[in-house]
């Protein structure tokens, strides 16, 4: 892949969100337990192999800044290894950033251009999986001077929130209106329309000529105007054509297993989480045993700041209760007295008592496992009973100690 910069805009208000947004920027509110939002868009960007990043700042960015350099800081910047933050500096005038537009404009002399074929603009709040380079590769074979990702959603959802493009049959652009309150349906698709994410990959020189003039924003202004001047720009259409294969816990038929897929079921997940109920929601849709977004998949992962911190305790009655490390999963099972080491699923109605699971142990449905150890990797297929009958243990090849733990 030719050479791509990624510039993330993170220097958000956020007003829609008060007050999780009060005393902080939007892309630094936490979401799914242990991430912030902007780390979905920076695990994209290095799952997708693009580690030059630079993150423009503004509002309220303390706390941004804090995260990003606790766990973003990539420590080879002479290969173009990077995420640099960079603030807001009125470096043209006395204006801070005034738009999307106006805050890539004001850190061009950041920008090589004669190394750039490609600058990936990205969002720093939404929520959502995204293979980049996939769209690149669709940039450079429309030969496009912009592509836009975008998506097929109700006429109604897009009303005053998204930017709604006009699209020809050869999928190029034809208008663009920035949050419509009458948005033009699709032709071929009434009732929908094509949304922007907020997603764009720019030809460098073509993004170089577009700044020339005083535009301070991509969808109000700029896009609208390179498509006055007849600019090839394109659409990439993200449910269709974003793929991310990977390992990806599911439930077949009452098993629980780690199936390899070619495309994840929320390849086509996207949310932006704007205010109080859509951030519900959002982080509702992680739950459930086959959750709309799963941040279990290990080959997509969303990485963040990793704090040194013990596994979760969970106290029974009895005062005995378990440690669970980051990444397992038990469904509908119970477990008492035990240790689950990182990524250890265990499947319906299994039962581990007294016993320590080491990592990316899977455990089928159905099963029973009492005073045991188990070593890493290990999958117990269903029904399988350890701990109960010590002959039976040995001669499956278990060990057996002198006080009876298998």
Known sequence: MMKTLAIVMAGGAGERLRPLTQNRAKPAVPFGGKYRLIDFTLSNCINSGIRSIF??????????????????????????????TVPAQQKLGLNWYRGTADAVRQNLDLIDAGELHDILILSGDHVYKMDYAQMLRYHVEKQSSLTISVLNVKMEEAVGKLGVLEVDSRGSVISFEEKPES?????????????????????????????????EDFGKEVIPAMIARGRKIVVYPYEQENCIGQCLIRVRGGEVQRVEIERSDDSAYWRDVGNIDSYFEASMDLLGENPLFDLHGPNWPIRTTQKVLPPSKCIDGSQCGCLVADGSVVMGSRVDSSILFPEVIVGRDSIVESSVLFNNVLVGPGVKIRRAIIDKDVVIHPEAMLGYDHEADTIRGCTVSPGGVV
């Not at 960015?61 to 290894?81: I, P, V």
């Not at 349906?185 to 030809?203: E, H, L, W």
């Open 183 to 215: 948005p033009k349906t699709r032709r071929d698709a009434p009732g929908y329309v094509f949304a922007s994410m907020g997603i764009y990959v720019f030809n460098t020189e073509a993004l170089l000529e577009e700044l020339k003039g005083n535009a």
């Open 55 to 84: 993150v423009l700042t503004q509002y309220k960015s303390a706390s941004l800044n804090r995260h990003l350099h606790e766990g973003w800081n990539l420590s080879a910047s002479a290969l173009g290894d990077y995420v640099y």
